[in-house]
Nanobody, 126 residues
Framework: QVQLVASGGGLVQAGGSLRLSCASSGGTSSTRTTAWFRQAPGTEREFVAYISWGTPNTRYADAVKDRFAISRDNAQNTVYLQTNDLKAEDTAVYYC???????????????????WGQGTRVTVST
């Protein structure tokens, strides 16, 4: 059974940076698409970024493109989300999620993800 542990959140001033980590155990992260989603109070969970299995492709939500970067360390079975130039509207709980191995489909759809981490809170102060 795959387990995901998200970490790295915290309180940061607007314009600052955080690196979120999603450590995977019980499976190989390089064979699964891994994504970050976020949920702010009173809103639905929204897609942030994903990195595909194999030779990775990455995609981002328009709101974070050019500010966030997703990457994977296969040796550490860990996926990272580098968040830069943080804004108040980035405040949310960030969740990492992983698909079944060799998934092909809509990687922006949270319903396609079988395994979820517990979430890490990011708060951006202005």
């Amino acid at each position: 059974q795959v387990q995901l542990v998200a970490s790295g959140g915290g309180l940061v001033q607007a314009g600052g940076s955080l690196r979120l980590s999603c450590a995977s155990s019980g499976g190989t992260s390089s064979t699964r698409t891994t994504a970050w989603f976020r949920q702010a109070p009173g809103t639905e969970r929204e897609f942030v970024a994903y990195i595909s299995w194999g030779t990775p492709n990455t995609r981002y939500a328009d709101a974070v493109k050019d500010r966030f970067a997703i990457s994977r360390d296969n040796a550490q079975n860990t996926v990272y989300l580098q968040t830069n130039d943080l804004k108040a509207e980035d405040t949310a709980v960030y969740y990492c999620a992983a698909t079944q191995p060799y998934y092909r489909g809509n990687s922006r759809d949270p319903d396609q993800y079988r395994f979820w981490g517990q979430g890490t809170r990011v708060t951006v102060s202005t």
